[in-house]
């Protein structure tokens, strides 16, 4: 099994309707990211989380909103998707000194 | 001034051949920069960590150059494996991994 896993792998939606991507970890990690990916642009941080009481804001979190639930789950949420917002999304763990990043397989969105 | 930037290739070089990136970064407080690998639709894995002193790992060698505020990989004897998009990460000051657009590289055989 992967140590981070991501569901969905893809996914069509249309333009307005809310989408939660989720992300779940067994490395025991504390750091939580989520990145969108776009060609050309690359990885971009939408949302970070050190742990589960604290969110901060990455470069692009207009649009976006997260959860994090647990040490293992932390969601990334699309109030009301728009074709701009598609794009590769990753979610990605690291431990405390932040030297290692493990990052899922990644969820395809697509916003029509 | 973006706070990673990167070649975006492609580096099209053929099998055997030296293949060298540099990656700058804006932020003269970061303490730690790895070098990623990512293959076409697939995430992104940690290649090697870059270390003040420089450091190697089999074909690769990473360094950092502090002064000037670039980190460099070299892969010697390429392979038509290494062919890739390489992303510089820098571990800046407030703990966010920030990602370089990432260097394409194609070996050609």
């Known amino acids: 099994d992967a140590d981070v896993t991501q569901t969905p792998r893809n996914r069509i939606t249309k333009t307005g309707k809310r989408i939660m991507l989720e992300c779940s970890q067994t490395k025991g990690h504390d750091r939580m990211y989520w990145y969108r990916q776009d060609p050309g642009l690359g990885l971009r941080l939408i949302y970070y989380s050190f742990d589960v009481k604290d969110i901060n804001k990455g470069e692009i979190s207009d649009g976006y909103s997260v959860s994090r639930q647990a040490q293992a789950k932390f969601s990334l949420s699309l109030e009301s998707a728009i074709p701009n917002q598609t794009a590769l999304y990753f979610c990605a763990t690291s431990d405390s000194t932040g030297r290692w990043a493990f990052f899922g397989q990644g969820t395809r969105l697509t916003v029509v | 001034r973006k706070e990673v930037e990167q070649d975006p290739g492609p580096f099209n070089v053929p099998e055997g051949a030296t293949v060298a990136f540099n990656c700058t970064y804006s932020?003269?407080?970061?303490?730690?920069f790895f070098w990623y690998r990512q293959d076409c639709r697939k995430e992104p894995k940690l290649l090697m960590s870059?270390?003040?002193s420089g450091n190697e790992d089999g074909r690769f060698t990473a360094q950092l150059n502090r002064a000037s505020q670039y980190i460099s990989l070299l892969i010697r004897d390429s392979k038509l494996s290494d062919s890739a998009t390489y992303l510089c990460?820098?571990?800046?000051?407030?703990?966010?991994?920030?990602f370089g657009k990432g260097t394409r590289l194609h070996i050609l055989p």
């Open positions: 870059v270390y003040s």
């Open positions: 990460v820098d571990m800046n000051r407030d703990d966010k991994i920030i």
């Open positions: 932020n003269s407080a970061s303490q730690s």
